[in-house]
Structures are given as structure tokens and as C-alpha cells.
């Protein structure tokens, strides 16, 4: 036996360690990075009602609570969210049949009943649109569902970043004067480097 | 079992309770903890997401009738 033969086994034994210990540390120099990370979530909110209000809000808020970095970029109708009086948002019956109709007062069983409307007439009498909205209204209070200006306040409170669609603003003749302060108005080429980074990216 | 503060978050929904738990564990110093009470059955599973995500440990948690009470030690 040569010293060569010798260091050739040395190393056929080193090799064959290190294949077994390598996967196991890069996995748990992931699992570390993974668990040090912190969560980041891009939203486009495009909607403008008070149903679509909500999930850009929500999500934004409790990812924010999460300890995550958040931000929302609000775009066509979506900058309705962002008026400074948000109190008259509107829901839709109209092309909208998934929406359940029940009355959030009476007995019991009166609030139970889905009264089946067909969405001809909720299109077509005046005025269902606002009593949509007000059962809405109604509804969202009886549940201890929180306001949508309460639940804005709260995502600003806990960092999100709103960012606004300047050529909207243009677009639809608002001016800044509209909306809440503190927003930045920018354009797509702002919006998609964070979304490019982020974990999370959700088109409402 | 033991607390420095305590959340009414009775009648509240999603995702207030969370919401209004984040902000009270703020206003703790490290290691102290707070009880929060709720009545939303969402929140049961929402608290363990919330103390896995955060890193704020659920020490207990529990269900009398219709409320759902949770201890949540601040990191």
C-alpha cells in the first residue's frame, strides 16, 4: 500500500461525508432564512364599492398585524377607497346574483329568508341600489364587522403603504385635495418593483 | 392562569380581534401577557396563525359556551 492509495481512500471518505452533511445544512440554512424573513404582500385595489372595499383592507391590515411589509396600490375605481368621506360607497345588486338578500331586523326567522329578487328588477326600480346599500350597512354593524374608515385607519396605522395611480387621478379629474393625506402618487413603474418583491401579490 | 392585560374583544369580527390583540401586545413589555376574549369562532384558529406568524407565543386557550378565550405571551 502506496501513499497514494492511502489519500485517495482519505478522500473518497471525505467526499462521501460531505455528500451526506451537505443537504442537511443547506436545509437548515433555508429553514433559517425562511423563518427570519419577513412576509411582504403587494395589493392592486381596483374595485370601488363598499363589498370591494373590504378585502384590500383586511388583508392589508392583518398582514400588517402579521409583521409584515405591505402595500396597496389603488388604481381606477379603487381610488374611491381613498376619498376622504368614505360613508357613501355603494354595493351593487345589479349583476351581482351571489349576493344573498336578507333583512337584517325583524324576528329571527324574517332574517332568514333570502328573498330571491330576480336581477332584472333590482336592475331596473329605482332606488334598489341605495336600499341594497343601506341593508348592507346594516348587516355589516350587526355583525360587529368593522367600518371601512376604521378599518383604513388601521391599516395606516400599522404601516401599510397606499400608493395611488397618478394617471387615474388625471384620468377621472380628482384632485388631491380629494383624498386622505399622506399618499403617494405614482405610476406602474413604481408599483411593480414591489411587487416584484413581494411574497404576496393579489389583484382585487 | 396569570395576565398583565386583558382585550374585550367580544361581538368584534374579522379581523378586529387580531387587529386590536396586535396593538394591545404592543403596549406590553416583553414576557408579560395578555388575555384576550372574543366571540368569533374564526379567531380560534386565527390566534394560533397569529402567535406561529409573529413569534408571540399562545400559551393557552380555551371555550366557555359561546366566547373564546386565548393568552398570548408578548415576544
Redesign the interface.
Known amino acids: 500500500m502506496g501513499a497514494t492509495a492511502e489519500i485517495a481512500n482519505i478522500e473518497e471518505l471525505v467526499n462521501r461525508r460531505l455528500e451526506e452533511l451537505l443537504p442537511q445544512k443547506l436545509e437548515e440554512a433555508l429553514r433559517q432564512r425562511e423563518e427570519s424573513k419577513t412576509?411582504s404582500m403587494a395589493i392592486i385595489a381596483t374595485r370601488g364599492t363598499l363589498d370591494w372595499a373590504y378585502p384590500p383592507f383586511?388583508l392589508g391590515?392583518?398582514a400588517a398585524?402579521?409583521?409584515w411589509d405591505v402595500s396597496i396600490f389603488f388604481t381606477f375605481y379603487g381610488l374611491n377607497l381613498l376619498k376622504k368621506d368614505v360613508s357613501d360607497l355603494k354595493v351593487s345588486p345589479l349583476g351581482n346574483p351571489g349576493m344573498p338578500m336578507k333583512m337584517p331586523f325583524g324576528p329571527e326567522w324574517f332574517r332568514g329568508i333570502n328573498w330571491n329578487i330576480p336581477n332584472i328588477i333590482q336592475a331596473g326600480v329605482p332606488g334598489f341600489e341605495t336600499v341594497a346599500t343601506m341593508l348592507m350597512q346594516q348587516t355589516i354593524k350587526n355583525?360587529?364587522?368593522?367600518s371601512i374608515q376604521e378599518l383604513r385607519e388601521?391599516s395606516l396605522e400599522?404601516g401599510v403603504t397606499f400608493s395611488v395611480c397618478q394617471m387615474t387621478v388625471d384620468l377621472f379629474g380628482f384632485s388631491h385635495d380629494d383624498f386622505i393625506p399622506g399618499l403617494d402618487y405614482v405610476g406602474a413603474a413604481s408599483f411593480l418593483p414591489m411587487a416584484q418583491k413581494a411574497d404576496v401579490t393579489l389583484f382585487m | 392562569m396569570n395576565f398583565d392585560k386583558e382585550l374585550d374583544a367580544r361581538g368584534l369580527n374579522c379581523p378586529l380581534p387580531i387587529l386590536r390583540a396586535k396593538k394591545s401586545l404592543a403596549e406590553l413589555t416583553s414576557g408579560q401577557v395578555l388575555r384576550v376574549v372574543s366571540t368569533d369562532p374564526g379567531s380560534v384558529k386565527d390566534f394560533a396563525a397569529f402567535a406561529k406568524q409573529t413569534g408571540n407565543e399562545l400559551l393557552a386557550s380555551g371555550e366557555q359556551g359561546k366566547e373564546f378565550e386565548f393568552f398570548i405571551k408578548r415576544k
Do not use: D, E, F, Y
Open positions: 412576509g383586511i391590515s392583518t398585524a402579521l409583521g355583525n360587529g364587522v368593522a388601521l400599522a
